[in-house]
């Protein structure tokens, strides 16, 4: 396998590659079409998922075991011609299982006191993070840096990971046996949170029939280079996002943080996480601009799990109330012409 940190960054005076928007939307169709293939029903999931990768962030998927979380991160990574790592987050996990340990360097007494970094499984363009709230928080923290900086420290060196770098984690929900919740640091940093939810009776009875995660899944091919994914990213950065849509989505984030109900509203990380997504969805619909759609059609997907309700809320189901709360803010908030 090719070493992904050759990848940490273009080569020196290389020009980015151009994508019209319509040559974008169709890199973001066949992406979503060869998901979907083993991911059946979930067309609107598989959709944000990629528009996640077009944006630049990580996905969370939460949901309860067997709706096909761990299928669909592992058929998004097949789709992509890229270096990919499964860690399964266990509770006797460790940050250096992650991210890599410095160990002795062999040789003579000459090399006696050195070390030399071997790095962890964290160092591949998409990482599954399986199951990550099984973890201890110590563990989980070692996300951190590689989610929000795209490198990993360890005893005081920083190493690059490489580019593209995606994080796809799957979490169940909390109150099942042996969970941590993530910290909202940690929650902060996923652009996206995804729940896939019970197929219909339709398409379990098609499930059942045809097993696409065993007999599709492994016959999966890549239908996108790494450069075709930083070509997509690199022409996200150019979909308008007007004066309008700017006031429009901080007025949202504003009512976040102050409304009654929650004790912590969408931080500036989130409102730029919900322009990014709304450029992602522009561009897979071959538009070169945003509408007011793109923000509030992805702001509950965006900002749901940023939100923490107040102490009265939270008994009642906290992420349920947030994303109730949001509904509203939203339902209230004047749509610009």
């Known amino acids: 396998m090719q070493d992904p940190r050759a990848h940490v960054a273009p080569a020196l005076g290389a020009a980015p590659r151009r994508l019209a928007p319509v040559e974008a939307a169709e890199f973001a169709t066949r992406l979503r079409s060869n998901v979907e293939r083993a991911v059946r029903g979930k067309s609107e999931v598989v959709r944000r998922a990629v528009e996640t990768v077009i944006a630049g962030g990580h996905l969370l998927l939460e949901d309860v075991p067997g709706v096909g979380k761990t299928t669909l991160a592992h058929a ?39 070390f030399v970094f071997q790095p962890g499984p964290i160092f591949a363009h998409v990482v599954l993070a399986d199951e990550v709230n099984r973890a201890s928080p110590k563990t989980q923290s070692a996300l951190l840096e590689a989610m929000g900086e795209g490198s990993v420290t360890v005893d005081g060196v920083s190493h690059p990971l490489p580019r593209p770098f995606l994080v796809i984690a799957t979490q169940n929900p909390m109150e099942q046996f042996g969970t941590h919740p993530l910290p909202e640091s940690q929650l902060d940093r996923f ?10 009776p339709a398409d379990e009875a098609a499930v059942l029939r045809e097993d ?49 109900g929650l004790r912590l509203g969408v931080s500036p990380r989130g409102a730029v996480s919900l322009r990014r997504a709304a450029q992602a969805r522009a561009l897979g619909e071959a538009r070169d601009y945003c509408i007011p759609d793109d ?24 992420s349920e109330q947030a994303e109730w709360i949001l509904r509203e803010i939203l339902d209230r908030t004047p749509v610009p012409l």
Request: net charge negative.
């Open 76 to 114: 998004l990574a097949r789709s992509l011609r890229a270096s990919f790592r499964r860690i399964q987050f266990t509770s006797d996990l460790l940050p250096g299982d992650v991210v890599g340990v410095g160990l002795p360097a062999p040789g003579d007494g000459h090399s006696a006191g050195r």
């Open 191 to 200: 652009l996206m949170r995804l729940r896939l939810g019970y197929p219909s």
């Open 212 to 260: 696409p995660a065993t007999n599709e899944l492994p016959r999966l091919e890549p239908v996108l280079t790494i450069d075709d994914v930083l070509a997509l990213r690199d022409a996200c950065d150019g979909v308008k996002f007007d004066d309008a849509l700017v006031e429009y989505l901080l007025r949202i984030v504003a009512e976040t943080r102050e409304h009654e």
């Open 295 to 318: 923000v509030r059609d992805l702001a509950l997907d965006v900002l749901g799990h940023r939100l923490c309700v107040a102490a009265h809320g939270a008994a009642t189901g906290g």
